[in-house]
């Protein structure tokens, strides 16, 4: 607590003695990097502060304090580091008892000062804001150094008589007052166990600040004398090895004025080398000058050999891990190796050439026994590149992940399954004498697939398409069972996707004719066996010719002529629909211009496939196609159809987008029929719509169909769209859509597609019908 009855408390220091020991107090704060210093004295639990550097208010307090009589009691000539949160509440006391403004400080050291009459008790105290582990050795020299003059100016003698009475020069030049700090600074480290070198503050550079003292310690450990070092630099300990790293780190904190610790290796005057922990701390005066610097040096080589054989040690123990390591490395990339020559990687199931091992070991089997039952099941998810294209190939991945843990759940572990590539899976299936149980296999793998599958968040129904073939003698190698398994997945899939289908001779047949089929379309333009039928489309009320709808026949040389829906899915599979659509477009183009010649007014629709107009380069296609034949764009329509917009469909918009902007117009054909949704016609800008020839068909027997035909025809007049009918044979049918208002009609009751030269005759007979296309509007 605080005391401030005069009485009570000892007597100060004169006030020129006060500021003497505030001067060393500062001197102690700045040496140890602190903000706060104070020396205090006192007798049994009474202390006064006496003096002090960095507090507010810094006047004298009395206060009794059993933790401050308990430090004042320790060991003098030791720097005792206070643990401040270990003893939270007795430092929290002390520092109330200060009345001090500042908070209680994270670091407090404290050093002993005892007055030559051993009656009283005196402390040296430095703190600081900022917590840190501890003082370094050569601060600590230079704290204890402090110390010793902080005693010899309390002196109780001293604090009764003028400073000159002292013993020592309070006042009077710096240099006298440096000396006596060296002097007190060589009285605490004479006989210390640690080397210590003082030098002069200054220069840091070359030559470098000259030793002014060493200590018996010193001699000892580099054994050089102190007349062989005294006016020299430290730099004569420095080695050839000595790390530059070490020495830069050194130069830098002495050019700032900060203490260092680094370890280094010096050499010793018979040039052997030593590894020591260098301590450095620089030594201010009561201006705060810097005037000389402490350099402790701790001969550490003991343990540095001890830590470099550790380390050699540890090296050749990481080599054998290591080694030990690469060797079960080796045998892991082998057993790795040898699965992966054998399973897919992604669903860890049995590739193709484990699958066509297997096979040709059952085939060998039924070889032996007729009557050994041998199916194989060649699996194909529906719609997968629908996954791939909307989701991305990741959620592809996870998709045929699940799908191939369900097959897993179907097959019995003498089952084989595998996965050949894609969204492809195969099974093989023995048995000794059960001919059915391939089939109630493929029965228990579609049910399985029915139930919805999630991708994240995403509720995804995939079916997967089944083909079966049952082995027999006849076949004489895996790949021939394979490729029957194929053909009758493809049947399935094509005649209900979903659904197993078992080969039959009669599907290897078709399969045959597919392929002569897909050789002689490759050299179809080549031979010149397309041909282009045009059909007009009409006004509903007057009957005049419009334009006309170009449509692509092959007039194949032995099956004669055949229609695009037997073709064009073929020419799409192997890649030739972009030749023949350019093929198409070209010719139909020049025709147009040279008939727009003889008969204004006519318009040209072409139809275009999904998978050209996905391709990025198609407007640049059509762009040539019109530069080529002159044929102003005002006059072609190309048509596409619904599904073209289920795939990409930004990709989609921006490529319709660079056609409309050469001015040839859009239609969307077979409106009603596959993927029909409202949203195209929001999402995309169309100029025409064609009505399905089915709902023409319908629309007189089925009220339902006639409401929807009323339904478009109202939405294209609200939009500004043309509204076609395809497929009017009579003329009930065509009253009732003039009836509904449709203006644009086409089919057989006007004409049936003509060759080029019907076309013209059929114009020329025509030609005072032949008007601008009225609007819809």
């Avoid at 194909?380 to 992940?401: C, I, M, P, T, W």
């Amino acid at each position: 607590m605080v005391d401030t009855d005069a009485d009570a408390a000892s007597p100060g220091p004169p006030v020129s003695d006060r500021l003497s020991l505030t001067q060393v107090v500062q001197s102690a704060a700045h040496a140890a990097g602190c903000r706060i210093g104070m020396v205090l004295t006192g007798v049994g639990e009474r202390f006064t502060l006496v003096a002090s550097f960095g507090l507010d208010p810094a006047s004298e307090t009395v206060l009794d304090s059993r933790f401050l009589a308990r430090i004042a009691a320790g060991r003098t000539g030791t720097v005792l580091i206070l643990d401040v949160a270990g003893e939270q509440p007795d430092v929290e006391v002390w520092w109330r008892a200060l009345a001090v403004r500042q908070p209680v400080p994270d670091f407090i050291a404290a050093v002993r000062v005892m007055p030559a009459d051993q009656t009283r008790r005196g402390l040296l105290v430095v703190a600081d804001p900022a917590s840190r582990t501890g003082l370094s050795a050569a601060t600590t020299y230079v704290l204890l150094t402090h110390a010793a003059q902080l005693t010899a100016l309390l002196e109780l003698d001293a604090l009764h008589r003028p400073p000159a009475d002292a013993g020592f020069r309070i006042a009077g030049p710096l240099d006298a007052r440096a000396l006596e700090r060296l002097r007190l600074l060589e009285s605490v480290v004479v006989n210390a166990n640690d080397a210590v070198l003082i030098t002069e503050a200054e220069p840091i550079d070359q030559p470098g600040p000259r030793i002014v003292y060493v200590n018996a310690a010193f001699t000892r450990t580099t054994g050089y004398d102190e007349a062989d070092v005294l006016g020299l630099t430290p730099r004569l300990l420095q080695a050839p090895t000595t790390d530059r790293a070490a020495l830069d780190r050194l130069r830098l904190a002495l050019s700032r004025w900060e203490p260092v610790e680094l370890e280094l290796l010096n050499r010793r005057k018979d040039g052997s080398g030593f590894w020591v922990e260098l301590s450095i701390a620089p030594v201010a005066n009561e201006q705060g000058w810097f005037t000389h610097w402490v350099s402790v040096q701790r001969e550490i080589s003991d343990r540095k050999h001890a830590e470099e054989s550790a380390i050699r040690a540890r090296i050749v123990e990481a080599e054998n891990i290591m080694l030990e390591k690469e060797i079960q490395e080796r045998r892991r990339i082998q057993a790795q190796l040898s699965f992966a020559a054998f399973h897919d990687d992604l669903t860890r199931l049995s590739n193709r050439a484990f699958f066509m091992r297997a096979l040709t070991t059952a085939l060998d089997r039924v070889a032996l026994d007729p009557a050994y039952q041998v199916g194989v099941l060649f699996l194909d998810l529906d719609r997968f590149k629908l996954v791939n294209d909307s989701l991305g190939h990741q959620a592809g991945d996870l998709l045929l992940v699940e799908v191939a843990r369900r097959l897993r759940s179907c097959v019995q572990p003498e089952d084989t399954l595998g996965r050949i590539g894609g969204d492809e899976f195969v099974m093989l299936v023995e048995t000794a004498h059960d001919s059915s149980r391939a089939r109630r296999l493929a029965e228990r793998i579609i049910e399985t697939m029915r139930r919805p599958i999630w991708l994240g968040r995403q509720e995804i129904f995939c079916s997967i398409s089944v083909g079966l073939v049952h082995a027999t003698a006849q076949y004489r190698s895996p790949e021939e069972l394979m490729r029957d398994a194929d053909i009758a997945m493809y049947r399935a899939k094509r005649n209900n996707p979903g659904s197993y289908m078992v080969f039959t001779d009669s599907m290897r047949s078709e399969a045959v004719d597919k392929l002569a089929l897909q050789t002689d379309l490759r050299h179809a333009i080549a031979r010149n066996q397309f041909v282009l039928h045009y059909q007009p489309i009409c006004n509903a009320e007057t009957g005049a010719v419009l334009g006309l709808e170009a449509l692509i026949r092959w007039q194949h040389p032995q099956r004669g002529l055949i229609c695009p829906a037997d073709f064009i899915g073929t020419a799409e599979e192997i890649g030739e629909i972009a030749r023949i659509g350019h093929w198409v477009l070209t010719q139909a183009c020049t025709r147009m211009r040279r008939w727009h010649a003889r008969f204004p007014g006519l318009r040209l629709s072409v139809n275009v496939s999904g998978v050209e107009l996905r391709d990025a380069r198609y407007g640049a296609v059509v762009q040539a196609v019109l530069a080529e034949t002159g044929l102003d764009p005002d006059l072609l329509q190309i048509e596409t159809t619904e599904g073209v917009f289920l795939h990409q469909p930004g990709r989609i918009d921006g490529i319709l987008g660079e056609i409309r902007a050469l001015g040839v117009r859009v239609a969307l054909d077979d409106f009603g029929t596959g993927y029909s949704s409202l949203g195209y016609l929001d999402r995309y800008t169309l100029d025409a719509i064609k009505i399905d020839g089915s709902f023409v068909m319908r629309m007189l027997t089925r009220h339902s169909t006639m409401a929807i035909i009323d339904a478009i025809i109202t939405l294209g007049r609200a939009l500004d769209v043309e509204i076609i009918a395809e497929g009017v044979e009579n003329e009930t049918q065509l009253a009732a859509l003039r009836g509904a208002g449709c203006r644009l009609v086409q089919g057989y009751l006007f004409s049936a597609p003509l060759v080029e030269q019907q076309v013209e005759r059929m114009l020329e007979s025509k030609a005072a019908l032949i008007e601008s296309p009225p609007s819809n509007s």
